[in-house]
Structure formats: C-alpha cells, structure tokens
C-alpha cells in the first residue's frame, strides 16, 4: 500500500477496497423463507471513505 506516500490513510472500515463485503447469516428464523435459509446483505460501498478507500 504505497499510496500512504500521499498523505492519505488506507480506510480502516473496508482496509483500502472501497466496498464493504455483504455477509450472510443463517438464522432459524429464515428458514423456509429464503432457499437455504441465509439472509445476505450485498456488497456497499464503504461510507468512511465513500468508495475511494483512503481516508485524508
Ligand atoms: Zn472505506
């Protein structure tokens, strides 16, 4: 990560990607609601760095 040469700190929130990873949880309470009983939140962008993936 040399890009910390320009004054900017890789985001602590998403670790410089910019996105924040979606997660998916199984829980009783989904199933038969959803195929195999996960709930998944999508991929987002990272709203600390707001996508970019560096913080000033
Ligand atoms: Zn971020």
Do not use: F
Not at 10 to 23: A, E, F, M, Q, S
Not at 29 to 47: A, F, L, N, S
């Amino acid at each position: 990560m040399a890009d910390e040469a320009k004054g900017k700190k890789v985001c602590p929130t998403c670790n410089g990607k910019g996105v924040i990873d979606g997660v998916c949880e199984t829980s009783s309470e989904w199933q038969g609601k959803t195929p195999d009983g996960q709930v998944c939140t999508p991929d987002q962008k990272c709203p600390t760095c707001k996508g970019t993936g560096y913080i000033d």
